[in-house]
């Protein structure tokens, strides 16, 4: 849609004559017309009409009808097919058209970026979705370029229009278009990210964090904020912080350039795009679009507006602020086209959406054998060349400096690694010193701080991700990770799958965890349980410095993303010292290690729980006849159930050992798998040790009472072998 000229580069629109100004003001309900009148298109004489002044053709401005047209009554023919009951769910962006259509007449199509939110079928059409792109997506066919049949209708996407598949989450897509747009700017790229949501989003913190960094960093993300008045059914100013959202941000930021205007007026919100555009090409910084606009339809097909919603304030909507109308009426007025040539146009946008739901209706449903496929990475993708022979002489290390010359070995391979989190950068190089000195050797634009906000950590690195890059950063403590949880499951961990392989997140999240060290409740979790649970995420823990090393470089090789697990209370603890292994030292996921032999039990266990189990069974064949083996998983997703089961086959004993809570902790799963698959085998039944179901307390003594300890091993295996 967007009017070229040799002039300028390929997409681009020439830029309006006038300027808006930044506007802040809004009265309690709907648009004060008085405050915003300066950023309407003014006319520079009586006989220039607005669309003359901003340098759009009948050809643009058809279009641009005909794109707006495409979500109205595609929403309609959606509806029927909801009530018809051959789709299953239906959200509009009826009412949202005109600044949608505008902001992607003022974009490069396959060039910017953009992450949608559910409303914004007139922007996914604008960037190149089609009309069979949106039924095969509201049909939930598996030919849906965005999702394939994972997710619900209106969960936009498309790889080849840089659309990344968007979640349902409200307010999560700020951080990950961050994300991208930083990406662009390492690339040395002038490409805008587009993010958007309703005006309810806004009270979310995540809103507020990825303004924060985009400021900060005058990074090139359009903020549009398609203000409809309603969040679901809750009024704007019963969950806003204040009668207008451009207030707030006004004086925010001085890169950070705000516009309020009339979302439901195409000329209107296209000038403001245009000026937005070109102010984020001159790499000025963020902009933030206030649009007003009009929800014309209910919030989805399960909601009834007429509940919370006046006759009058609905009916108004539809006469008086309906984008399409307002256009229409702008082109007979100025004899741009007749209204006989809008009719027709309609004609064929209805004719054209009927042939593209009846051709996505004729298409077979997903084959149910594909329902678990994209979880992970392609299998070949893990087919590295792996050496995890440990060296036997050499230079001893401790864990934390293998962590720290495993990213550096790494970086030295691949540009596209970047590390970042609170505190990371030299001359700190970390609370524990893991990343020290890599900024000094790779430099401010790949070893960085991120704010003080680990929900900004993931949620950038998401961004990055999706753009090429390979983020390794790091959460300082697993008890502080809790503000990036609906990061790393809903969005991260469901990259690949929602997608359907259209795009991938394969992110390393390194966190310090575990206890021992007297941190109390809020620097002792150990944490694998909880993220264990989360399909698409892989888990590593290491017990000592070699692992760490090979486990850590090997993670950042991966397609899929990686929970990295370092326990703070191992970092310098001359049990987990070793050799350091060389720069080809790489340990596979799903391998498990047997560090002792035995053939009268086995003990299962990881993390500090490989340093107590070793020094228990030492004490306790000391004074038995009895030979114990030791496993130490290494990973946790994926484990090694293969050697579990063959060592308790063996040995016909087993104890499970780990620090986090014994409730549901992952000690539950290894117990289960082994009586479902090693039943006839044992001789005794399963015993686990865990940390009680207690938070970590401070003082020592209440400390030894909680977690496991060597005494507490030893006491487990003697009444192992005893029964």
């Known amino acids: 849609m967007a009017k070229k000229s040799e002039s300028k580069s390929k997409g681009t629109i020439a830029p309006p004559k006038e300027k808006p100004s930044n506007i802040s003001n809004q009265p309690k309900n709907g648009i004060d017309k008085s405050v915003i009148t300066n950023t309407k298109t003014t006319q520079?004489?009586?006989?220039?009409?607005?669309?003359?002044?901003?340098?759009?053709?009948?050809?643009?401005?058809?279009?641009?009808?005909?794109?707006?047209?495409?979500?109205?009554?595609?929403?309609?023919?959606?509806?029927?097919?909801?009530?018809?009951?051959?789709?299953?769910?239906?959200?509009?962006?009826?009412?949202?058209?005109?600044?949608?259509?505008?902001?992607?007449?003022?974009l490069e199509k396959g060039k910017d970026w953009g992450w949608t939110y559910y409303r914004d079928s007139s922007f996914a059409f604008g960037m190149g979705f089609s009309l069979r792109d949106y039924f095969t997506l509201a049909l939930g066919k598996a030919e849906d370029p965005a999702t394939g049949g994972r997710q619900m209708p209106g969960h936009f996407g498309h790889p080849k229009y840089n659309l990344p598949t968007q979640s349902s989450p409200t307010g999560t897509q700020f951080l990950n278009a961050v994300g991208t747009a930083l990406a662009a700017r390492k690339s040395g790229l002038d490409e805008i990210t587009y993010v958007a949501s309703g005006e309810g989003t806004t009270s979310q913190g995540e809103f507020y964090e990825a303004i924060n960094w985009a400021a900060r960093?005058?990074?090139?993300?359009?903020?549009?904020?398609?203000?409809?008045?309603?969040?679901?059914?809750?009024?704007?100013?019963?969950?806003?912080?204040?009668?207008?959202?451009s207030a707030a941000f006004k004086n925010y930021h001085?890169?950070?350039?705000?516009?309020?205007?009339?979302?439901?007026?195409?000329?209107?919100?296209?000038k403001v795009a245009q000026e937005a555009v070109a102010y984020m090409r001159a790499g000025k910084g963020p902009t933030l679009l206030h649009a007003h606009v009009e929800r014309l339809l209910s919030h989805s097909s399960s909601d009834d507006q007429k509940k919370y919603r006046s006759d009058k304030d609905i009916q108004d909507g539809l006469h008086n602020r309906d984008s399409i109308k307002i256009l229409s009426s702008y082109l007979v007025k100025e004899g741009i086209a007749t209204q006989k040539e809008i009719d027709e146009l309609k004609a064929q946008v209805i004719k054209d959406i009927s042939e593209a739901a009846d051709w996505a209706l004729s298409l077979p449903d997903p084959k149910p054998e594909d329902a678990l496929k994209q979880l992970w990475a392609p299998i070949e993708t893990r087919n590295l060349n792996y050496n995890d022979n440990p060296p036997t002489e050499g230079e001893p290390i401790v864990l934390v400096d293998a962590v720290n010359h495993a990213i550096a070995e790494e970086m030295r391979l691949n540009d596209k690694i970047v590390v970042f989190g609170e505190d990371v950068a030299d001359p700190k190089g970390g609370v524990f010193t893991a990343t020290k000195g890599l900024t000094n050797e790779f430099g401010k634009k790949r070893v960085f701080n991120s704010p003080l906000a680990e929900a900004s950590i993931i949620g950038v690195a998401l961004g990055m991700a999706v753009r090429g890059y390979k983020p390794v950063v790091e959460i300082q403590f697993g008890d502080y990770i809790w503000p990036a949880f609906m990061q790393l499951k809903n969005e991260v961990a469901t990259m690949r799958y929602r997608s359907n392989g259209g795009f991938s997140a394969p992110v390393v999240t390194r966190v310090a965890v575990g206890g021992y060290i007297h941190g109390g409740l809020y620097h002792s979790q150990t944490i694998e349980s909880i993220f264990s649970h989360i399909p698409g995420m892989m888990i590593a823990y290491p017990s000592n410095a070699a692992d760490a090393k090979g486990l850590l470089k090997t993670a950042i090789r991966l397609q899929d993303p990686v929970m990295f697990f370092e326990h703070k209370g191992m970092y310098r603890l001359p049990f987990a010292r070793t050799f350091e292994p060389d720069e080809n030292y790489l340990v596979p996921f799903g391998k498990a290690k047997v560090v002792k032999e035995g053939k009268d039990a086995t003990i299962i266990t990881y993390g500090m729980g490989v340093k107590d189990s070793m020094n228990a069974v030492k004490k306790f064949e000391k004074t038995s006849n009895k030979t114990i083996e030791i496993i130490d998983l290494r990973t946790i997703i994926p484990w090694d159930k293969e050697l579990v089961l063959d060592s308790v086959k063996k040995t016909g004993r087993a104890l499970v050992v780990h620090e986090d809570t014994l409730t549901t902790g992952f000690g539950a799963e290894i117990s289960a798998t082994i009586a479902q698959n090693a039943f006839n085998w044992l001789d005794a039944p399963i015993i686990r040790l865990a940390a009680?179901?207690?938070?970590?307390?401070?003082?020592?003594?209440?400390?030894?009472?909680?977690?496991?300890?060597?005494?507490?091993?030893?006491?487990?295996l003697e009444e192992l072998i005893k029964f």
């Open 44 to 106: 520079t004489s009586a006989k220039v009409s607005p669309h003359t002044t901003l340098n759009l053709s009948k050809n643009d401005l058809m279009s641009a009808l005909r794109n707006m047209m495409q979500t109205r009554y595609s929403d309609e023919k959606h509806l029927n097919l909801v009530k018809l009951g051959k789709s299953l769910f239906h959200i509009g962006g009826s009412g949202h058209e005109a600044v949608q259509t505008a902001i992607t007449m003022s």
């Open 217 to 245: 960093e005058k990074l090139a993300v359009l903020f549009c904020i398609q203000d409809n008045g309603y969040a679901i059914s809750v009024p704007r100013d019963e969950q806003s912080m204040g009668t207008s959202l």
């Open 692 to 716: 009680e179901d207690c938070h970590i307390p401070f003082a020592p003594n209440y400390e030894a009472v909680v977690l496991p300890s060597e005494g507490k091993v030893l006491d487990k």
């Open 254 to 270: 001085p890169d950070l350039k705000v516009f309020e205007f009339d979302g439901n007026d195409l000329l209107e919100s296209y």
